[in-house]
């Protein structure tokens, strides 16, 4: 970082500082996700909790986390970025410090709901601050960066989660897991007021209270029948009619924005988004990948764990080689997006899906070592991954108005949190469906489900494809236009 280029005209010499804070916050909401569930058998046992409480622990922190990203990203474009960003880590590490000193885990799933709440305001303020304080080639690079937090972030959650409850025993372990965030929030909070610009728009805008409702309303109606059974839970016993009252709140919303914007007022979601190509594209492909993507740790975890006996930590480190793949090809990635644009993506997504058939073909044929059997697979696949997050992030923003940046940051990240949700869902029910009817067999599971994740990908690589050719296409059309324009 330190060596860009700060002289650019009318660029903030802050950026690549203030790119740092927003890059630790986020990364901090992120591993939250996934150091977590490490810790659960310990949780369990250290707070006496049910099965209820424990759904409840992971769900809350997701539901919340996905119901929060949008109206958060449109109240930081109406008023502070950098108010709603420092707001976001104060609740965020005040959630923290409270999950850690729980008493109960009726107490525990209500600190994970708010800091859910705090992660889901501070996610969309990255993507704007990136929109906002880069201009040119750097926006891809800032977003590479973005990308390689992502992949790590998750990737290294159950290894430092591991770590931790190693750390401080079956008792205190837990509990650093969360206590782990309060010294970090505190020191971002320092940053913030120093490096990050404070912003804010000339003129004061509307908030659509009625717009945020609606939508909140039925995003978490989407999500809670996927993230309900977030502990394997059969997906036909689960509330999937939510749907269909989620859907008509969706069509209400959509009627609502246009009413309001007939109004002259600032809208909760800019809808001439959903006119724009590269956007919708965008968030296809994101939703589709997320939701192979997210599930490939968790059903990898439950069997190097519980299928062939591995240790939390020693689960964590056979997915350390996906992410350091993912960490290098993401920074790569942002200084190669404005040369290759979608073509780099669509190698990103075959690379992910060569390196997850190899898994496929290795798993049932390996013993002995599995872990470090499946490492150059890993590897492979977190490669193609880093060529995958960022550079889509950067082609599906690149032609919004940086004004909406933080609502078109939020809805790309809801879509991909609904994405994830839906993955690990029909994943994780396939996966323990599977083992049921094979009477233990992890191996033959661990294939079985892995074949959806592989489907989540294929399905994003043709979006990937059709906006690749669609770009093609557009470019001789409009090389034609310009004698007539002229």
Not at 1 to 22: E, I, N, Q, S, Y
Not at 186 to 193: D, E, N, Y
Not at 290 to 301: D, E, Q, R, V, Y
Not at 350 to 367: K, Q
Request: contains cysteine.
């Amino acid at each position: 970082m330190t060596g860009a280029d700060d002289t650019a005209p009318g660029a903030d010499p802050r950026r690549w500082r203030a790119l740092a804070v927003c890059l630790v916050a986020g990364g901090m909401t992120l591993l939250d996700v996934s150091i977590v569930n490490v810790a659960l058998p310990s949780l369990r046992a250290g707070l006496q909790a049910g099965d209820r409480e424990i759904q409840l622990v992971v769900a809350g922190y997701a539901l919340a986390f996905g119901v929060v990203l949008v109206p958060a990203g449109r109240l930081g474009d109406a008023r502070s970025r950098r108010l709603m960003f420092a707001i976001g880590v104060s609740v965020f590490t005040l959630a923290s410090a409270a999950a850690g000193a729980a008493q109960g885990p009726v107490w525990i799933a209500l600190a994970r709901v708010v800091q859910g709440i705090g992660g889901g305001m501070i996610s969309p303020q990255v993507s704007g601050f990136i929109q906002n304080l880069f201009r040119g080639a750097e926006p891809g690079r800032a977003f590479g960066m973005f990308g390689a937090t992502i992949g790590v972030s998750t990737a290294i959650g159950p290894i430092l989660g591991g770590l931790l409850v190693k750390l401080g025993g079956p008792d205190f372990g837990w509990r650093l897991v969360f206590h782990v965030n309060v010294p970090v929030g505190i020191l971002l909070l320092v940053l913030i007021r120093r490096l990050l610009p404070a912003g804010g728009t000339r003129r004061r805008q509307s908030l659509d209270p009625g717009g945020v409702l609606l939508f909140a309303f039925s995003v978490l109606l989407v999500l809670y029948p996927v993230v309900e059974g977030s502990q394997g839970k059969p997906l036909a016993a689960r509330p999937w009619w939510l749907l269909g009252p989620a859907v008509a709140g969706l069509v209400v919303f959509v009627f609502w924005e246009r009413f309001w914007r007939s109004r002259d007022r600032e809208t909760l979601v800019e809808l001439a988004l959903m006119r724009q190509a590269s956007y919708v594209f965008g968030l296809g492909l994101g939703t589709f990948y997320f939701a192979g993507f997210t599930s490939i740790f968790l059903i990898t975890t439950l069997f190097l764990q519980n299928g062939l006996g591995y240790t939390a930590l020693q689960a964590g480190a056979t997915q350390m080689t996906f992410a350091v793949g993912s960490a290098v090809s993401a920074w790569l990635s942002g200084r190669l997006v404005q040369r290759y644009g979608r073509l780099l993506v669509v190698i990103g997504l075959l690379a992910v899906a060569v390196g997850l058939i190899g898994i496929d073909l290795l798993v049932p044929r390996v013993n002995g070592m599995v872990g470090l059997k499946l490492a150059p697979a890993l590897l492979l696949t977190g490669l193609g991954g880093g060529l995958v997050v960022s550079p889509n992030v950067t082609l599906t923003l690149a032609d919004v108005d940086p004004v909406h940046a933080g609502a078109g940051g939020g809805m790309l990240q809801t879509a991909q949190r609904v994405g994830s949700a839906l993955g690990v869902a029909v994943v994780l029910a396939q996966f323990f469906a599977g083992l049921g009817m094979t009477r233990g067999d992890y191996p033959r599971a661990f294939s079985d489900s892995l074949h959806t994740t592989i489907g989540f990908v294929g399905l994003a690589l043709v979006l990937a494809l059709l906006d690749l050719l669609r770009r093609r296409f557009r470019r001789p059309r409009e090389r034609a236009d310009e004698p007539a324009a002229a």
